[in-house]
């Protein structure tokens, strides 16, 4: 199976019909992207801190961060998260909220000096912390009359590849889809396609994407820092998606065009009921995804001179297990709003899976400059990341003939990004400092419209000689398409993802 590129954004419907391998595919981008790391400092300048240390973002940033501290630090980061949607859908406008608070970082680093005067190792830091990578609440809504498709068409498609199983039998007793008269065991829809129909999709997402690190870092004589670190990652995934449609069933002549024997046009049988009668339907999509992995990380900074900085990391796949279960189901109901005493139902079982696989995400690549002024400093990364490289490996009753499939249907779906984050600081006064950053990510999607950025700013304040305080606020913009199935003529719903992320941070010097 090869997904089209416009379903690389979307959020699958049709949960009985669709494809788990499919889902697996949507769902290694999803756990495999990192956007919401760090510190309030660090957010505030772009997170372009490849070439930066000093601070608490440095125990999973960059390692070799650590080597600049001169003494202990602990910190901890509290935010608040704001997911505004806009769905535009066959000319209908509709918005969503959704807001969250939480730890963002928590961390501590513990200043080991040598005491070997000016040469030579100067320190040997240690540091922990915990961090939300990446926060999965939102909600996505987008509805409209499309007059051009239905999703029955979707079911129709599926049911044809696959004429023997449950879902072909639901959908023919459900009076949706009917058998044709004279190609085999094929089924055509038993909706008006081509007619105003209502539809909604409502995406509802909630979770979490964590890791705790273990880090080491050292300075060599000023000049040379390295670092590398220790994570233990861990995701919840939680996904509601429903979708729904109110249209119309085919007249006498439509369905027998396609078939001249059907029951359902037969005004003698009581199937009769089922002709030009208006319907809604629902399709109902569950999902709950948990994993837990390990990965690794190795950095260096190297200073030519005293105001530059010169950075580089490498960040190991993070080795994944995770467990996933679904549940979806189908609800029809028919009726004559000329004939109120006629209605009539009906739901299929639902269906469940429950399977455990392997995912490695991609190695993660960046180099990073840092220019030192007087009263400020500006910092720049450069992170490659091949999403196409991306694994999945089954565990258990899954087949492992998918393997080579996955493979390749990584490769169809994904490509490699370059993102880019700059950053800077400047002192106001002598405990007021400005910061302000901007990140551009690349589109891991293959001929699928996606384009993200975020932009920031943020203050940092001296309270005493010891402890300091850190705000942000971070704005991401995310513009894509997104359809709700898989036909020749599916529609297309363009979606502006807006989140905003208000940011503390307070630490303190021991």
Avoid at 246 to 259: D, H, P, Q, W
Avoid at 306 to 316: H, K, L, P, R
Wanted: aromatic share 14%; hydrophobic share 35%.
């Amino acid at each position: 199976m090869r997904l089209k590129n416009i379903l690389f954004t979307s959020l699958f419907v049709s949960g009985i019909a669709f494809s788990a391998q499919a889902q697996f595919i949507g769902d290694a981008l999803t756990f495999s992207q990192e956007n919401n790391r760090g510190t309030a400092r660090f957010k505030a300048m772009g997170n372009a801190n490849s070439a930066l240390g000093g601070d608490l973002s440095s125990i999973s940033g960059n390692p070799a961060g650590l080597g600049f501290f001169g003494q202990s630090d602990i910190s901890v980061t509290l935010n608040y998260n704001n997911a505004n949607n806009k769905g535009s859908f066959f000319g209908t406008n509709t918005s969503r909220n959704k807001g969250r608070v939480g730890v963002d970082h928590a961390g501590v680093v513990f200043h080991f000096p040598t005491n070997q005067g000016y040469s030579g190792w100067q320190n040997f830091n240690v540091g922990i912390s915990y961090e939300n990578t990446n926060t999965f609440t939102n909600n996505v809504r987008y509805e409209g009359i499309n007059p051009n498709s239905s999703i029955v068409e979707d079911y129709a498609l599926t049911i044809n590849s696959n004429p023997n199983s449950n879902f072909t039998q639901d959908m023919y007793y459900s009076y949706l889809v009917e058998k044709h008269s004279n190609t085999g065991n094929t089924y055509f829809p038993v909706v008006k396609e081509n007619f105003a129909k209502e539809q909604i999709s409502d995406i509802l997402t909630k979770g979490y994407n964590s890791r705790t690190a273990v880090a080491f870092g050292a300075n060599y004589n000023n000049k040379l820092y390295i670092g590398a670190n220790l994570g233990f990652a861990s995701f919840r995934y939680d996904h509601s998606n429903q979708f729904s449609e109110f249209g119309m069933t085919k007249n006498r002549s439509e369905i027998l065009a396609n078939n001249p024997n059907s029951t359902i046009a037969d005004p003698t049988h009581q199937d009769y009921d089922y002709v030009e009668a208006n319907y809604d339907l629902l399709d109902d999509y569950y999902q709950l995804t948990e994993g837990s992995g390990i990965d690794f990380k190795i950095g260096a900074i190297f200073k030519p001179t005293v105001d530059w900085n010169i950075g580089a990391t490498i960040a190991s796949p993070t080795w994944y297990t995770i467990d996933d279960y679904t549940s979806s189901f189908n609800d029809v109901i028919y009726f004559d709003p000329n004939d109120p005493n006629w209605e009539s139902s009906f739901q299929t079982p639902e269906e469940q899976t429950e399977d455990r696989y392997r995912l490695i995400t991609p190695w993660k690549f960046s180099l990073g400059v840092s220019k030192f002024f007087s009263r400020g400093l500006l910092s720049a990364d450069v992170e490659y990341v091949d999403y196409s490289s991306t694994k999945l490996r089954t565990i258990g009753n899954l087949d492992t003939s998918l393997e080579a499939d996955w493979d390749a249907d990584m490769k169809d779906a994904y490509q490699g990004v370059v993102n880019v984050r700059v950053g800077g600081e400047v002192l106001l006064t002598n405990t007021i400092s400005g910061r302000a950053g901007f990140n551009y990510y690349g589109n891991p999607y293959k001929g699928a419209d996606n384009t993200q950025y975020s932009g920031s700013l943020g203050l940092g304040a001296k309270l005493s000689n010891t402890l300091y305080l850190d705000l942000a606020v971070v704005h991401l913009v995310n513009d894509y398409k997104v359809s709700p199935y898989a036909t020749a003529n599916a529609p297309i719903a363009d979606i502006k993802h807006q989140r905003t992320n208000a940011v503390l941070t307070l630490g303190a010097k021991f």
